[in-house]
């Protein structure tokens, strides 16, 4: 594609009546406006960029580009500015884009042209898919100049639809997988939610804890210092039931029933009045029918009669009890019952015990699992509002790293860091971006970050974060964002980098691990993966329990420890923790034979056989 050829066009015409009649264009966005941002992104794509607008035309012009009002009167809606913007376009092509969708894709320009090249079409518009439903966004368009004079002719006419003129011209659509890039921002109540000053610098939370030195970091503060710092992602999407498993979802599911929905029988028996059961007397009571689950009974015992009822059979009229079947004996037609064999209420659940319609079945923010998706089907939920599934891309650094089917020269090893992490992020949902071995190379490194931002909503890197002389992540990390490198009292583990980095308009939080097999899944798990299910939107701390010590375990307080074991029933029937044996952090295989990991706390000391140890499991673990 040449750039050359295409003018940008920022529509900002309207009048923002649903911004408190404040030009959406000029609404104030990331310390500086919506305007500008959209500028920032389409400018690198295009030859020249102008912006329509009808209103405050001398602010829009200190942005240093053309300012193009409607030459149709009336605020005709974005065929208007897209007419004006036709017929003063100096290039062959015209690229347009609202000023209320600041996350508009980096490669626009380049997808639109050569899904237009490709179709012979006269015009090329962006498209999504969400939820099954395809999504077209006219305002997000690609055209040939010359079509100025068609357009003319269909406005004169009356005409204001964005799509209404498409039968006169060819159009092609392109298909993009970020929805999220052509989200406009219609209210100020959006625009408040996606503020990216709201979250805060790592400066600004760094600056609430007391002795901060991030070359002796305790794992309790470096834990809070990310918590505090990352944000959730806002998109969510709509997904069929059975999609829902291992989502989290963005909404209060309500249920639009009673559950259950009647009063019925917890159990087989006779389902009967309590005023019928005598204190000191055998009760006989008449059996009238059978109320089955699913086929209730049709009448209204009266006093001195009962009905058979199965379990989960809706109760009679005027009944208030059930008898188990067992408990009773039936002489033909006729249930005898002992005294005090039940007492009024027993065995009846109650419409509504379990969930009232109207209440929440599940919060926001959960996990959704096997028992969830019963539940949901069970309230005759068949579609789910979830969170967007988190993007991660992923890398490993180092000349010495091999990807598996390559051979090994002198000095190299096989990248197993690679797979331990995508293991771990696809048991977390998350859509992965494998990004292979990266070399050390400033340029190279650099590179692949920026890739990696400007298409993942997290990065997490291994190695290139201790101290080394050809460990350029650093340099380039702390260049490209805000960022901050620890020395963790830990171990396995000691150094971390965290932070957010940025790279044409687009920014994603960032993880680098170290390069040490053990310490990657050590640091993952108690820095990265609580993080990353916040950023899911749910709160999913890491559950310890407690287990007994078989042996003595060295330790000197001052730092936290995590010593990979095997938990297994002691001979008195209570858990039992042993260490695996020698716990250097490059032994993956002591990892691979545990099934736990024993977690020694900063201020804790030597643990003698028989103390009680916290212990994370990882059967289960997300």
Same mark, same amino acid.
């Given at each position: 594609?040449?750039?050359?050829?295409?003018?940008?066009?920022?529509?900002?015409?309207?009048?923002?009546?649903?911004?408190?009649?404040?030009?959406?264009?000029?609404?104030?966005?990331?310390?500086?406006?919506?305007?500008?941002?959209?500028?920032?992104?389409?400018?690198?794509?295009?030859?020249?960029? @102008?912006?329509?607008?009808?209103?405050?035309?001398?602010?829009?012009?200190?942005?240093?580009?053309?300012?193009?009002?409607?030459?149709?009167?009336?605020?005709?809606?974005?065929?208007?500015?897209?007419?004006?913007?036709?017929?003063?376009?100096?290039?062959?092509?015209?690229?347009?884009?609202?000023?209320?969708?600041?996350?508009?894709?980096?490669?626009? @320009?380049?997808?639109?042209?050569?899904?237009?090249?490709?179709?012979?079409?006269?015009?090329?518009?962006?498209?999504?898919?969400?939820?099954?439903?395809?999504?077209?966004?006219?305002?997000?368009?690609?055209?040939?100049?010359?079509?100025?004079?068609?357009?003319?002719?269909?406005?004169?006419?009356?005409?204001?639809?964005?799509?209404?003129?498409?039968?006169?011209?060819?159009?092609?659509?392109?298909?993009?997988?970020?929805?999220?890039?052509?989200?406009?921002?219609?209210?100020?109540?959006?625009?408040?939610?996606?503020?990216?000053?709201?979250?805060?610098?790592?400066?600004?939370?760094?600056?609430?804890?007391?002795?901060?030195?991030?070359?002796?970091?305790?794992?309790?503060?470096?834990?809070?210092?990310?918590?505090?710092?990352?944000?959730?992602?806002?998109?969510?999407?709509?997904?069929?039931?059975?999609?829902?498993?291992?989502?989290?979802?963005?909404?209060?599911?309500?249920?639009?029933?009673?559950?259950?929905?009647?009063?019925?029988?917890?159990?087989?028996?006779? @389902?009967?009045?309590?005023?019928?059961?005598?204190?000191?007397?055998?009760?006989?009571?008449?059996?009238?029918?059978?109320?089955?689950?699913?086929?209730?009974?049709?009448?209204?015992?009266? @006093?001195?009669?009962?009905?058979?009822?199965?379990?989960?059979?809706?109760?009679?009229?005027?009944?208030?009890?059930?008898?188990?079947? &067992?408990?009773?004996? #039936? &002489?033909?037609?006729?249930? #005898?019952?002992?005294?005090?064999?039940?007492?009024?209420?027993?065995?009846?659940?109650?419409?509504? &015990?379990?969930?009232?319609?109207?209440?929440?079945?599940?919060?926001?923010?959960?996990?959704?699992?096997?028992?969830?998706?019963?539940?949901?089907?069970?309230?005759?939920?068949?579609? #789910?509002?979830?969170?967007?599934?988190?993007?991660?891309?992923?890398?490993?650094?180092?000349?010495?790293?091999?990807?598996?089917?390559?051979?090994?020269?002198?000095?190299?090893?096989?990248?197993?860091?690679?797979?331990?992490?995508?293991?771990?992020?696809?048991?977390?949902?998350?859509?992965?971006?494998?990004?292979?071995?990266?070399?050390?190379?400033?340029?190279?490194?650099?590179?692949?970050?920026?890739?990696?931002?400007?298409?993942?909503?997290?990065?997490?890197?291994?190695?290139?974060?201790?101290?080394?002389?050809?460990?350029?992540?650093?340099?380039?990390?702390?260049?490209?964002?805000?960022?901050?490198?620890?020395?963790?009292?830990? +171990?396995?583990?000691?150094?971390?980098?965290?932070?957010?980095?940025?790279?044409?308009?687009?920014?994603?939080?960032?993880?680098?691990?170290?390069?040490?097999?053990?310490?990657?899944?050590?640091?993952?798990?108690?820095?990265?993966?609580?993080?990353?299910? +916040?950023?899911?939107?749910?709160?999913?701390?890491?559950?310890?329990?407690?287990?007994?010590?078989?042996?003595?375990?060295?330790?000197?307080?001052? +730092?936290?420890?995590?010593? +990979?074991?095997?938990?297994?029933?002691?001979?008195?029937?209570?858990?039992?923790?042993?260490?695996?044996?020698?716990?250097?952090?490059?032994?993956?295989?002591?990892?691979?034979?545990?099934?736990?990991?024993?977690?020694?706390?900063?201020?804790?000391?030597?643990?003698?056989?028989?103390?009680?140890?916290?212990?994370?499991?990882?059967?289960?673990?997300?």
């Amino acid at each position: 594609m040449n750039k050359e050829s295409i003018s940008g066009l920022i529509l900002a015409g309207g009048r923002g009546t649903r911004m408190g009649h404040v030009d959406k264009g000029l609404q104030p966005f990331g310390g500086t406006t919506m305007a500008a941002h959209v500028l920032a992104r389409l400018a690198p794509q295009v030859a020249t960029v @102008a912006i329509n607008a009808n209103r405050n035309l001398d602010t829009y012009a200190a942005y240093g580009v053309p300012v193009w009002p409607d030459d149709t009167p009336d605020y005709a809606g974005p065929l208007a500015g897209l007419q004006a913007g036709l017929r003063r376009c100096a290039t062959t092509y015209l690229l347009t884009a609202p000023c209320d969708s600041p996350f508009l894709p980096a490669d626009l @320009a380049e997808r639109l042209h050569e899904g237009l090249r490709a179709a012979g079409a006269d015009l090329a518009v962006a498209v999504t898919e969400e939820n099954g439903r395809r999504q077209v966004h006219p305002v997000f368009c690609l055209l040939k100049a010359s079509l100025e004079p068609v357009l003319s002719a269909y406005l004169d006419g009356g005409g204001r639809r964005m799509d209404g003129w498409y039968p006169q011209i060819k159009v092609t659509e392109v298909l993009f997988d970020a929805a999220d890039a052509f989200r406009n921002i219609n209210t100020l109540d959006e625009l408040r939610e996606l503020e990216p000053l709201k979250v805060p610098r790592l400066a600004d939370v760094v600056s609430c804890l007391s002795a901060y030195d991030p070359d002796a970091l305790p794992v309790r503060d470096a834990q809070r210092i990310i918590r505090e710092f990352v944000t959730p992602v806002r998109a969510t999407e709509m997904v069929a039931l059975r999609a829902a498993l291992g989502r989290v979802l963005a909404a209060d599911i309500v249920s639009p029933i009673n559950v259950p929905a009647h009063d019925n029988s917890a159990m087989d028996g006779y @389902a009967l009045r309590g005023s019928d059961l005598p204190a000191d007397a055998p009760a006989r009571l008449r059996v009238i029918g059978t109320a089955y689950a699913g086929r209730a009974f049709d009448g209204s015992p009266q @006093a001195g009669e009962c009905v058979r009822i199965m379990t989960g059979g809706v109760m009679p009229a005027g009944c208030d009890s059930v008898v188990p079947q &067992e408990f009773v004996s #039936v &002489e033909g037609d006729t249930m #005898v019952i002992a005294p005090g064999t039940i007492r009024t209420g027993d065995n009846r659940r109650l419409a509504g &015990e379990d969930l009232k319609a109207g209440s929440a079945a599940l919060r926001a923010g959960k996990i959704v699992r096997p028992a969830d998706l019963g539940l949901l089907a069970s309230l005759g939920v068949a579609e #789910v509002p979830v969170q967007r599934r988190l993007r991660v891309a992923f890398f490993s650094t180092g000349d010495e790293l091999r990807s598996i089917g390559q051979p090994l020269d002198e000095g190299c090893v096989y990248d197993s860091n690679r797979y331990t992490i995508y293991g771990m992020l696809l048991r977390l949902g998350c859509d992965l971006i494998d990004m292979g071995v990266v070399r050390d190379d400033p340029q190279a490194l650099e590179q692949a970050l920026r890739d990696a931002c400007e298409n993942a909503d997290a990065i997490i890197t291994s190695g290139g974060v201790s101290v080394g002389a050809a460990d350029y992540t650093k340099q380039i990390m702390a260049r490209l964002g805000d960022v901050t490198f620890w020395k963790i009292g830990m +171990r396995p583990g000691r150094p971390l980098a965290f932070g957010r980095i940025a790279s044409n308009g687009r920014s994603a939080f960032l993880f680098g691990l170290p390069g040490n097999p053990v310490a990657v899944m050590v640091s993952f798990y108690f820095f990265a993966r609580e993080a990353l299910l +916040r950023m899911m939107g749910a709160e999913a701390p890491l559950a310890l329990v407690r287990a007994r010590s078989a042996a003595t375990i060295r330790k000197k307080p001052g +730092r936290t420890e995590y010593q +990979r074991g095997i938990l297994a029933r002691g001979a008195d029937g209570q858990p039992t923790v042993t260490i695996t044996g020698s716990q250097g952090s490059g032994i993956l295989r002591s990892m691979s034979e545990a099934n736990c990991m024993v977690v020694l706390h900063d201020e804790q000391g030597t643990v003698q056989a028989g103390d009680m140890v916290d212990v994370l499991l990882f059967e289960g673990l997300i």
